[in-house]
């Protein structure tokens, strides 16, 4: 049991890190209202272990406090990510490209709302629920689907016997 819970909290904390860097790296795509959050690809990584769940989570406030978000966007887009994580993973057993839809579909509404109230960001709602969607399809729906094509072959390997089902 103890290495089942020391490989869960290395593998959450490898994401977070991951997350993070990516996020940093691609500074300039990853924050704003028209944003291709790079490191949202990893978003898909609870298809294959529930350690992604925290692991995005903490990942995403730490790149948000770095990255220099304002209160308001690091809880409500962190919350956002761990929303998308949370029903990615209860969609593991479901078809692998209903994977990138819960961080799209979270982020895309909650994110507006923090642009909006956070950093008042005059554009309609509406509007700014396209972008960061079309962004969260880039980011999820493309990049995170060819990362989860990639890390099928490998999932027993780097994930352990919890992705063995799938």
Do not use: H
Request: proline content about 7%; glycine content about 8%.
């Amino acid at each position: 049991m103890k290495n089942k819970s020391t490989l869960f909290l290395v593998q959450a904390a490898l994401i977070a890190a991951v997350y993070v860097v990516l996020t940093l790296v691609f500074a300039p795509f990853s924050y704003g209202e028209i944003q291709v959050r790079i490191s949202e690809a990893l978003t898909i990584l609870p298809f294959f272990t529930p350690a992604a769940i925290p692991g995005l989570f903490v990942g995403c406030i730490l790149a948000n406090l770095l990255g220099g978000a304002i209160p308001l966007d690091i809880a409500f887009g962190s919350i956002a990510t761990l929303i998308g994580a949370v029903f990615t993973y209860k969609l593991r057993n479901s078809s692998k490209w209903l994977a990138p839809v819960p961080p799209i579909v979270a982020n895309a509404v909650l994110v507006p709302f923090v642009l909006r109230y956070g950093y008042s960001v005059n554009l309609p709602i509406p509007l700014m629920m396209l972008t960061v969607g079309t962004g969260e399809v880039i980011s999820c729906g493309i990049f995170g689907m060819v990362l989860l094509t990639a890390l099928s072959k490998y999932k027993n390997t780097l994930f352990g016997k919890q992705a063995a089902a799938k």
